[in-house]
């Protein structure tokens, strides 16, 4: 399959992460290493991607727990995340595009409020916009000996995401369970691609960044840094086998607002997927995220598996 023909700009794109104690909108794996095997395409190019991720196992540290073990103030259940994003990527120079990703949660989380000894279950579901990113991918088109090809990119995450969703009965949802942080957040990426000893396909590597810029309503998120690095293999003519593993640190959220000592964790996964190139201007592609290794801080709700699914049109 020719890769100039999939964009996949999604990663970590909706409004906080699977970090949070109550499962906020989780963090797929990273998608952005594709745009390094192909070069800056001139025009238009839009792309729609689907993920689901069900966060109902606690974790204490390493250890999985069961809610009954939980005597704090509440004991959190489980978070469904069902999101879906809308990117649209414009190649405005010969080394230069600005992309433009509007992420759509649906959210059910469920939790037991003790209340002097009683249990209550209290419930959320909501379906919201979450937080808005813009990026600029600068990556110059003439390649290195062996093909070796290079990108460094950077933007904002925009607070444009509600922050005080409330259930039927009127209670305000955590912050960590809201679609948007309100903080607008620093993006900065980079990474490097290519096809050593003529070997099939390419290897690559990236480097990413969050960082928010400051507290709002008395939340600050934690800042995240994820490491991606694999092999895009080829199969046949049309479909691509793509072998990735992805190491996620995120730091402890802050202000009165969060919950720091059950924020912030260390993840490792393996993620395999494909992209089949339906048409020169239409791929279609999916990925399986896969935990191979977890530590939260305090006790948080995590997940034993991510999907997701997308194509990708090609306008010009």
Not at 24 to 33: I, Y
Not at 39 to 67: C, F, H, M
Not at 142 to 151: E, P, T, V
């Amino acid at each position: 399959m020719n890769t100039s023909h999939v964009l996949i700009l999604a990663g970590c794109l909706v409004a906080g992460g699977a970090n949070a104690s109550c499962g906020a909108a989780f963090c797929s794996s990273s998608n952005d290493w594709l745009a390094l095997t192909q070069d800056v395409t001139a025009g238009w190019r839009v792309w729609a991607q689907a993920e689901y991720l069900n966060q109902n196992q606690l974790r204490d540290g390493t250890k999985a727990i069961s809610p009954q073990q939980i005597t704090a103030h509440h004991a959190e259940v489980k978070t469904i995340n069902r999101n879906a994003l809308l990117g649209l990527d414009y190649g405005f120079a010969p080394a230069w595009s600005a992309s433009l990703i509007l992420p759509y949660s649906n959210r059910d989380h469920f939790h037991i409020h003790n209340h002097h000894g009683t249990p209550i279950p209290e419930t959320w579901q909501f379906d919201n916009v979450g937080d808005m990113r813009m990026k600029l991918r600068y990556q110059p088109a003439q390649r290195a000996a062996g093909g070796l090809s290079w990108n460094l990119q950077g933007g904002l995450k925009l607070p444009t995401g509600r922050i005080d969703v409330r259930n039927a009965d009127g209670d305000e949802a955590e912050r960590s369970v809201q679609p948007g942080t309100g903080t607008t957040d620093l993006l900065l990426g980079g990474g490097l691609a290519g096809a050593p000893l003529s070997m099939p396909g390419n290897l690559f590597a990236n480097l990413t960044l969050q960082a928010p810029l400051y507290e709002k309503d008395g939340y600050r998120p934690g800042w995240r840094i994820g490491a991606q690095a694999g092999w895009l293999m080829p199969l046949n003519g049309k479909l691509d086998l793509i072998l990735q593993g992805n190491v996620l640190h995120v730091a402890r959220d802050r202000g009165a607002q969060a919950e720091p000592d059950d924020s912030g964790r260390i993840e490792v996964a393996a993620v395999p997927g494909l992209a089949y190139a339906w048409s020169r201007r239409l791929t279609v592609y999916g990925q399986l995220e896969l935990p191979v290794y977890q530590r939260v801080n305090g006790v948080q709700l995590t997940h034993d598996y991510a999907a997701s699914f997308g194509v990708s049109l090609l306008l010009n």
